[in-house]
């Protein structure tokens, strides 16, 4: 089975910077996507970015192009979410999660089109 772990939260003050990383093992041949997706309090659960394992195409949700980037180190099946110039709207418990990749293909980055998750971890933007 595929597990994936997420790490790196923590509190920052605004304009700083995080680096989250999603960490996959188990059956990793068995997926096509990797996307991070994050939920407020309150709030439905939205996507952030989505990357293919494929062709390394990938995904930006508007709110966060230009701040954040995705990437991924295909030797040690890692992805990664490097956040930029963190604002406080940016407040949630981010999770990354495995999925099939029909969704990228169509342009789509969505949470309901993932099945294998992680646990998530906290991700606290406050001066």
């Known amino acids: 089975q595929l597990q994936l772990l997420e790490s790196g939260g923590g509190l920052v003050q605004p304009g700083g910077s995080l680096r989250l990383s999603c960490s996959a093992s188990?059956?990793?041949?068995?997926?096509?996507?990797i996307g991070w997706f994050r939920q407020a309090p309150g709030k439905e659960r939205e996507g952030v970015s989505c990357?293919?394992?494929?062709?390394?195409?990938?995904l930006y949700a508007d709110s966060v192009k230009g701040r954040f980037a995705i990437s991924r180190d295909k030797a040690k099946n890692i992805v990664y979410l490097q956040m930029n110039n963190l604002e406080p709207e940016d407040t949630a418990v981010y999770y990354c999660?495995?999925?099939?990749?029909?969704?990228?293909?169509?342009?789509?980055?969505?949470?309901?089109?993932?099945?294998?998750w992680g646990q998530g971890t906290q991700v606290t933007v406050s001066s």
């Open positions: 999660a495995a999925g099939p990749g029909l969704g990228l293909l169509f342009g789509l980055c969505m949470p309901d089109h993932y099945t294998n």
């Open positions: 188990g059956f990793t041949l068995d997926y096509s996507a």
């Open positions: 990357i293919s394992q494929r062709n390394d195409s990938t």
